[in-house]
């Protein structure tokens, strides 16, 4: 793999990434990640030693098949529209908290939830019934908690299921579910779609990332069939829609690319309560990719991810520009990227290193 020189003029982590886009053609695409500190004030600073790309993804549990993504792979090679994720837990405002709404807007993108804590599915004389929900102090706002999962209660393996939407959620059952086995009802429900009997099947809903092989994004991934397999592979199919590469629950997709000023606010997400900041207002980093045998291009980065890790109070933008490469990764000679703007931004010491809290 070729290593252009890059003369990286901003605070961020920038990362160049090479790809074949949609029709197979060889493109570059430069990724620029700023990390701020949400401080008390509810002002943003830069962290001084800024993490880098994590490239490979990061789940909540150490079995990829049974949990969800904390991080995506920061490597998409294009997004469509902003995605808007927050890691977060719903926290109790007092002692004795059984149910709590929680809610994230971000501009023109909106995201509600009404938490419980934790409910048994039971079987009484007629029907399954759910426990009264029991006080909590703090729960995940992941889709581990929310509608989805397995039904494997059946004896015979062919009977088993599971939620395509959401494959590692709770709550899950198919008319084959041995009907005498106690079973957790999710944590995690849309207000506007509540759980009334033990086979419903609402929307899961969520706050973070989505992974690949879930519905509805997975519908996006085209179709490999014989015409495929005949006349495209290894390109993508002619439907592949670019809107799969957009990691963020549907209602946190923004409808379009956030500017990186709007106003955030969120409610039940941390243990001040309700809280109300805005995103930094920087610009895209300007960036200029030198070709050979081409004068010097500018590449537009546009903001297309803002994650909001309410748990250790940061806020992350992430910028991508992608260029075609006629001759290949090779002919790339150097990258520059530069912010003006983010020089002067405030600056926080933080260790970026430190361990991250346990989603429990």
Partial sequence: ????????????????LFFDDEDGDPVL?????????????????????????T???????????????????????FKPATDVVAIAHAHAPRPGTTQLDVGL???PVRQLARVFGERLWYR????????KPRPFERIPLTFERAFGGWDRSSPDPSQHSFEP??????????RHAVESKEDYAPNLEDPRDPIRAFRDRPAPVGFGFTSPHWQPRSAFAGTYDEVWDKTRKPRLPRDFDLRFHNAAPAG??????????????????????????SLPGLPPPRVRVSILGQPDPRVEARLDTVILDFDQMRVSLLWRGRTKVPEGPHDVNAIAVESPEAQG??????????DRPAAN
């Fill in 252 to 277: 946190l997709v923004a409808p379009g690319y956030l500017r990186g000023d709007e106003p955030v606010q969120s409610t039940g997400m941390t243990p001040r309560g309700d809280l109300a900041f």
């Fill in 105 to 107: 807007q971000v501009g």
């Fill in 165 to 174: 939407r959401n494959p590692v959620g709770r709550g899950f059952h198919t």
């Fill in 345 to 354: 931004f405030p600056r926080a010491i933080t260790d970026p290193s430190a």
């Fill in 29 to 53: 695409v430069v990724v620029a990640k700023a990390t701020f500190e949400l401080q008390a004030r509810r002002q943003l600073a830069l962290l001084e030693e800024q993490p880098g790309l």
């Fill in 1 to 16: 793999m070729p290593h252009p020189r890059l003369d990286n003029q901003t605070p961020y982590v920038v990362e160049p």
């Fill in 55 to 77: 490239l490979a993804g990061e789940c909540y549990g150490e079995d990829v098949e049974s949990s969800c993504y904390r991080y995506e792979p920061e490597c998409a090679p």
């Fill in 124 to 131: 009484s004389a007629v029907d399954f019934l759910l426990t």
